[in-house]
């Protein structure tokens, strides 16, 4: 049977943000469906969609609504056919989908790692005692005043060029990236360092992209299963389900690490509150196939240790 594929005529829409990353990984996905079909550019047409994340710009995440921020206005174009795939930072996604969706296909996923961005300093270390540290993140606050209480963390958001030129003004005396975010736009220059998971763990699935689909597309799903990474999607699979049995939303700091060494996979994970007076941590090994057990694992037994109470800050 000829499979129905998409042409300049009839292109299939990509949905996206709209910022340089977001681009560059809808562009990143175009390339490797028109590789593995021999398409032409021109049988696919990139729509950007401005989210509720992207248009304010003054709050924390958390104050607006957490993850879906970034997501819901393209996922309903998705379900009212407005476009056929929608392309994600994997990092942003909460981990349920809106019923009609699904999310099964992931690229090659990027460096994991946090960079450390400072125009005066090699890293946190270096910084003196009051000296702030920008970040949006509640998962790089948290872990930075656990290591280092003598810092002051500051709201920062923005784009890569925003926060470089918050930085120039002295807003803060650093911030954070992630290295995957840099490399995709060809700008690692901008990293002071990159920051080893030992030191600082990355958000669960920090440097993969995620294609969502309708789940009743079998035409879309037949063309992502061939750009489909299994080695991404088994290090997710047990990321995630670590983070659904935690919480999933933005409101609470949480990092997670799978990694695979033949048949097994290793996962880190850790919980913190925000002001980074508590923190718990785990380290774990099972088979491959096994991975989304541990996660659920790994999560109730961090739980288990911090205490009923240990989530109540979000009231």
């Not at 989908?97 to 992931?106: F, K, N, R, S, W």
Request: charged letters at 25%.
């Amino acid at each position: 049977m000829t499979q129905d594929l998409p042409s300049p005529t009839r292109p299939l829409k990509i949905g996206t943000r709209g910022s340089p990353l977001a681009l560059a990984q809808a562009h990143e996905t175009r390339c490797r469906l028109q590789a593995a079909f021999d398409l032409p550019e021109e049988a696919f047409e990139i729509s950007v969609i401005k989210t509720t994340g992207d248009r304010v710009q003054d709050r924390p995440l958390k104050e607006i609504g957490g993850k879906g921020l970034f997501t819901r206005e393209i996922e309903d174009a998705l379900l009212t056919g407005g476009i056929d795939i929608a392309v994600h930072s994997m990092k942003d996604m909460p981990v349920l989908q809106p019923a009609g969706l699904t999310l099964d296909t992931y690229l090659p996923r990027e460096d994991v790692r946090d960079a450390f961005v400072s125009p005066g300093a090699s890293g946190l270390g270096d910084l003196p005692e009051g000296a702030r540290v920008g970040t949006s993140s509640l998962r790089r606050r948290a872990q930075v005043l656990v290591a280092y209480p003598h810092l002051e963390v500051v709201e920062f958001r923005g784009n890569v060029q925003t926060r470089l030129r918050k930085l120039d003004e002295g807003v803060a005396a650093c911030t954070f990236l992630a290295m995957a975010g840099l490399n995709r736009l060809d700008r690692a220059d901008v990293a002071t360092a990159a920051i080893a998971p030992e030191v600082m763990l990355p958000a669960v699935a920090q440097g993969a992209i995620g294609i969502e689909r309708r789940e009743d597309d079998s035409r879309v799903a037949a063309m992502l299963e061939a750009i489909h990474d299994p080695f991404t999607g088994q290090r997710l699979a047990a990321e995630r389900a670590f983070l659904a049995a935690l919480d999933g939303s933005c409101e609470t700091p949480i990092a997670g690490l799978a990694e695979i060494d033949g048949g097994t996979l290793r996962l880190r994970g850790e919980i913190l509150r925000p002001d980074g007076s508590e923190s718990h941590a785990d380290d774990a090994s099972a088979p491959v196939e096994d991975g989304a057990a541990l996660g659920a694992e790994m999560a109730a037994g961090l739980l288990a240790r911090a205490g009923p109470g240990f989530f109540d800050w979000r009231g």
